[in-house]
């Protein structure tokens, strides 16, 4: 094998993480410093690092002809995107191949077949993909959403065509509902989006959000690494996951199903790199394609945890069309339960982003945690970037003995002076149906575990901070 | 007597250290009150050791805790809100934001003004725009009355605590 300099085109946690891989792998990492991040602590952890000049995301990680630019100069031989900004962008992952220079991710063909919503459910369709049921294109009339509705099973979605971020969409449980809600969707759709038409769709009551990993090399190999259950979301953002699924649980052949599904649509779309198909589920355990992310995902390290495969490495692999040493699907074995808790830099309350200064950083951790994170004394969170600093990972012989870890995990972890979702984190793990494993994506509207955190001012930790003040400046 | 004041948001809150025991080279007491109403309430006595240049606390002398390793001058956290400790008086331009004044809670760009000076604004009604970390935010008027001053422009990227915009309360 020979030494490649890879360019890691991200920043953050994910960037430390890309380097340890190509470490691990004997690559030569180079890291990108920018104007207003020349303290990142993944610098310190890259081999080397190039200069992208300017003050804005598009300016920088943004930047694909920059970045290109920069990779030539520096004789970069692969670029890895990590999550987020370039990760999914198929015209980069075509650019990098014209320029002669490996994407480490998979084809642009497959980033482009998965990368549109609506083109990757029809492709999926025809994979043997279920997908939410639902009418196939715009329903114009009131009787046609019945007759669809009749069909499918009620209680249905009406969905404005154009519609995005839970805005233009109403729950119909019955003909009346859509009779009384289908010019009213259709008003609305055409004010908020200038596209007054509706789709029919299932209604999935309770969903959880399971996502199978998937992970293919250039020569048609394609392997799962079984499921990841992401339901406890803000903002429809995950905010902790775990696997395997509790829903799932015991089913062993649930989880064969939706697993060996996965593989199928990566397997259709010539998948060659990581990459993750998104289902939802209902409560009657019937599953249904969402979404297939074309990049390693921020909760891969507890699918890494439960399986012992270094998902990066093996990307890293695959990319320059290297043997990942997996011999066939059966060798990929599950031992234990991993929990992963993303910390962000958010109010715990009102879950919004609440960017400050690290003032204190401490740790002590329980056997069996992974602190994946950019933190350090110092740091300043800026507004520029997501909230997320770190993603805390335990893992047990069991699921109790993972949640046990988390809890004294959390506990282990100081951070001072930067707002942060720990006690939210905390109560979560400490409430009852989330331990019993009895949760879905509704969890966080309806159990409201933010109205349970304790926002009692500390007297006692104020008297004591202020005593150690004037001690200091007696000269004690 | 030393004061420190806490500010917790608009509120702030007075404490007074009382007293000082010196008990040795590396031993010493203090005894803070709250200061409510003029009158001392929730006193609290604290002993305070040096070893190996970390300090140690406790309110017993007997239970001792170590407070994590964090600088001066300080800054904590309660759970949601980040506080600042001042020690004898309190710098001035900071916080303490007169009603109908808004202030930035967090650093962020202005995406839109939504109001102009002279307009007459309701409570709750959004006045400013702010984006901060791929987020918008309304900023909204905690008081009924005119918009009297504006003091940031669209695109301004801002700091936390930066007076944005003041209104007048209408009488």
């Known amino acids: ?476 | 007597m030393r004061t420190y004041l806490i500010d917790n948001d608009k509120n702030e809150h007075c404490i007074d250290l009382r007293r000082t025991t010196v008990h040795s080279s590396e031993l010493v007491e203090f005894e803070f009150s709250l200061v409510k109403d003029l009158h001392y309430s929730n006193t609290q006595c604290i002993f305070v050791r040096r070893l190996a240049g970390q300090y140690f606390v406790s309110t017993d002398n007997a239970h001792w805790k170590k407070l994590a390793r964090q600088d001066l001058p300080t800054i904590f956290l309660n759970v949601n809100k980040v506080l600042s400790i001042y020690r004898g008086y309190k710098p001035s331009g900071i916080g303490g934001a007169s009603d109908g004044g808004l202030v930035t809670q967090m650093p962020g760009k202005v995406v839109k003004i939504v109001a102009k000076v002279g307009d007459k604004v309701t409570k709750s009604q959004t006045l400013i725009i702010i984006e901060a970390m791929k987020m918008e935010n309304e900023v909204k008027s905690n008081i009924d009355g005119v918009v009297k001053e504006i003091l940031v422009k669209e695109g301004q990227a801002l700091d936390q605590g930066i007076m944005m915009m003041t209104v007048e309360p209408q009488k």
């Open chain 1, 1 to 476: 094998m020979t030494v490649k300099r890879i360019l890691i085109a991200n920043r953050g946690e994910i960037a430390m993480r890309i380097a340890r891989a190509c470490r691990e792998l004997g690559h030569v990492s180079v890291g990108i410093w920018t104007d207003f991040e020349v303290n990142a602590r993944h610098l310190e952890f890259c081999d080397e690092w190039v200069h992208l000049p300017g003050k804005s995301n598009k300016e920088t990680y943004l930047n694909i002809p920059g970045i290109l630019k920069v990779a030539k100069e520096y004789k970069i031989d692969a670029i890895h995107p990590g999550y987020g900004f370039l990760s999914e962008n198929g015209s980069f992952a075509a650019e990098c191949e014209k320029s002669g220079i490996v994407f480490i991710g998979p084809n642009p063909k497959a980033i482009a077949a998965m990368g549109d919503k609506a083109t990757s459910k029809e492709f999926a369709k025809k994979a043997g993909v279920p997908v939410v049921p639902g009418s196939t294109g715009a329903v114009k009339t009131i009787e046609e959403a019945i007759k669809i509705s009749k069909e499918i099973g009620f209680p249905i979605l009406l969905k404005a065509v154009a519609g995005g971020g839970g805005r233009g969409m109403r729950q119909c449980f019955t003909d009346e509902d859509i009779k009384k809600n289908f010019e009213a969707v259709g008003r609305e759709a055409l004010a908020s989006f200038g596209n007054g038409d509706l789709l029919v769709e299932k209604y999935i009551v309770n969903p959880h959000h399971i996502e199978v990993q998937i992970l293919a090399d250039k020569k048609g190999k394609v392997f799962h690494f079984f499921e990841r259950e992401c339901s406890i979301q803000r903002r429809h953002q995950k905010i902790i996951e775990e696997a395997p699924s509790p829903f799932i649980g015991d089913d062993e052949v649930l989880r064969k199903n939706i697993c060996e599904t996965a593989v199928r649509l990566a397997k259709a779309v010539d998948y060659d790199s990581a990459g993750t198909v998104e289902f939802v589920m209902g409560e009657d355990r019937k599953f249904y394609f969402l979404e297939m992310n074309t990049r390693i995902q921020v909760e891969h390290p507890i699918t890494e945890e439960i399986t012992g495969v270094d998902l990066i490495v093996c990307m890293i692999q695959s990319a320059f069309g290297e043997d990942l040493g997996i011999p066939s699907q059966e060798w990929i074995k599950r031992t234990g339960h991993a929990i992963e808790c993303r910390i962000c830099a958010e109010d715990p309350i009102t879950m919004l982003p609440a960017p400050g200064k690290v003032t204190g950083f401490e740790t002590n951790f329980p056997q069996g945690t992974r602190f994946d994170n950019c933190l350090y004394k110092g740091l300043n969170v800026t507004p520029d970037f997501d909230p997320m600093v770190g993603k805390l990972v335990t893992k047990g012989i069991v699921r109790d003995v993972a949640l046990r870890k988390m809890r004294a995990a959390l506990d282990g972890l100081f951070i001072e002076g930067l707002k942060n979702n720990i006690p939210l984190l905390k109560i979560i793990l400490h409430e009852e149906q989330f331990n019993k494993g009895h949760y879905s994506t509704s969890y966080i509207p309806t159990v409201k575990p933010q109205e349970k955190i304790n926002t009692e001012f500390d007297w006692m930790r104020a008297f004591q901070v202020m005593a150690s003040i004037e001690a200091r400046r007696m000269g004690l």
